[in-house]
């Protein structure tokens, strides 16, 4: 059975820092992984999706990365904003085309 | 953009009662989802469906049911509300027929069960 992974929980950074999230998941037998971002009672907001034969993907200041043989996929945000704090939540989709979420990363952004 | 739409944004309802939440899309989305998200255990796929009349099971179908009649729409109905049916209930679609590419999510609705 599927299982993903995202850690920290939680994460605070001062505005300006490069930093990284983490989603594992434990079968590599994925179709694609995509990473949301859900503001504090709103929907999720697709921000990239990576198919399972592609390596990374790029929108602004987001880069994503997959490496399915390790079971592993990082999100990347590049001089962090107090507007990205949100909690960042990767899925991924595997054979009957479910969505299998991690429990997500909230992440704040100090001015 | 991909636009979705749920009903309403919050909703507070009596034990007992029937409850309909709809979502619509306005992409042409083959598929449609609903989802439940609870503090600690995160997203969890009540039911889906592929097609016009078409419907399957999640991980958490009991005490669901749904509908979908027009390929816009998808409702998600609880026959008899319970207290554990509180809950922010989130709908989502895609393209891709069973190839299900990037899912796409309305802003969801936070149903209060009393």
């Known amino acids: 059975k599927q299982e993903v992974t995202q850690i920290p929980a939680a994460l605070s950074v001062p505005e300006g820092e490069n930093l990284v999230l983490n989603c594992s998941f434990t079968?590599?037998?994925?179709?694609?992984l995509q990473w949301f971002r859900q503001d504090p009672g709103k929907g999720l907001t697709s921000l990239l999706l990576?198919?399972?034969?592609?390596r990374e993907q790029t929108s602004g200041r987001l880069n994503a990365s997959l490496d399915k043989s390790s079971g592993r996929s990082t999100l990347y945000i590049a001089a962090s904003q107090p507007g990205d704090s949100a909690t960042y939540l990767c899925a991924v989709r595997g054979g009957g085309g479910k969505l299998i979420f991690g429990q997500g990363t909230e992440l704040s952004v100090k001015p | 953009d991909v636009k979705v739409t749920q009903s309403s944004r919050y909703l507070v309802k009596r034990t007992g009662e029937k409850v309909f939440l709809e979502c619509v899309q306005d992409?042409?989305?083959?598929?449609m989802f609903w989802y439940r998200q609870d503090p600690g255990l995160g997203l969890r796929l009540i039911y889906f469906?592929?097609?016009?009349?078409?419907?399957e099971k999640g991980d958490i179908p009991e005490g669901y049911s749904v509908s979908r009649e027009k390929k816009e729409r998808f409702s998600l109905i609880l026959e008899s509300a319970s207290t554990n049916q509180t809950s922010m209930y989130l709908c989502a679609s895609s393209s891709g027929g069973l190839a299900m590419i990037e899912q796409f999510f309305g802003p969801g609705t936070r149903l209060t069960v009393l």
């Open positions: 079968d590599s037998a994925i179709y694609n």
């Open positions: 992409m042409d989305h083959e598929n």
């Open positions: 469906s592929y097609d016009v009349k078409m419907k």
């Open positions: 990576i198919q399972s034969s592609q």
